[in-house]
């Protein structure tokens, strides 16, 4: 498809466990977005990735959340220990480099929930 | 202090009326400013930009003040098909990108 695409749309989790999400950004967007949306909470920022610049890392809560890129493309966010505050949704987004004023267009997200 | 900061809402309001959602933010740096807005259980999307200048789409008018750091958003007649969340967004002049909380907005019959 042309739109961002997110895997797994679901993902249920024991407390403890380590947890991979993946994002597969439209073609050609150089840059991509992560954030996290609690229910009923706004969109919080993770971390984002431009071209082969060094990633943005501020908005990661813990150590425990870290975040690759390969290839300028597929990125993957993983969570390891998961804890039950982690569980949301997961977003990612990408942008072309149309200046600062390029459009982020959303995946459908993952939700996860830790039990 | 959260860098950007909405209304919390939410907004009830019949079909037809005038609605004015207000954001500030706290980054003098930030350089790009947008409305998206978010269907429920839906990823956000683009609503519009918004110019140093102000800027209109139709029913929907944006406004900046950069003195204030202050972002606006009037929708005019709303229609039912506006009940939604309306997010605030600031980019710094990397592409680092903010959301605001968001203002929900519900329209009635």
């Known amino acids: 498809g042309a739109g961002v695409s997110q895997s797994p749309s679901n993902k249920v989790t024991e407390k403890g466990k380590d947890v991979e999400l993946r994002c597969d950004p439209i073609s050609g967007h150089t840059a991509l977005y992560w954030y996290r949306q609690s229910l009923g909470q706004g969109l919080e920022f993770l971390i984002y990735?431009?071209?082969?610049?060094?990633?943005?890392k501020s908005g990661l809560p813990s150590d425990r959340f870290s975040a690759e890129r390969t290839g300028g493309s597929v990125s993957t966010l993983t969570i390891q220990r998961t804890q039950q505050e982690d569980s949301a949704v997961y977003l990612c987004?990408?942008?072309?480099?149309?200046?600062?004023?390029?459009?982020?267009?959303f995946g459908e997200g993952s939700r996860l929930t830790v039990l | 202090r959260k860098e950007v900061e909405q209304d919390p809402g939410p907004f009830n309001v019949p079909e037809g009326a005038t609605v004015a959602f207000n954001c500030t933010y706290s980054?003098?740096?930030?350089?790009?400013f947008f409305w998206y807005r978010q269907d429920c259980r839906k990823e956000p999307k683009l609503l519009m930009s918004v110019y140093s200048s102000g800027n209109e789409d139709g029913r929907f008018t944006a406004q900046l003040n950069r003195a204030s750091q202050y972002i606006s958003l009037l929708i005019r007649d709303s229609k039912l098909s506006d009940s939604a969340t309306y997010l605030c967004?600031?980019?710094?002049?990397?592409?680092?990108?903010?959301f605001g909380a968001g203002t929900r907005l519900f329209v009635k019959a």
């Open positions: 987004a990408s942008s072309s480099r149309q200046g600062v004023t390029g459009e982020l267009f």
């Open positions: 967004v600031v980019r710094d002049g990397g592409f680092k990108t903010i």
């Open positions: 980054n003098s740096a930030s350089q790009s």
């Open positions: 990735f431009q071209g082969n610049s060094a990633p943005d």
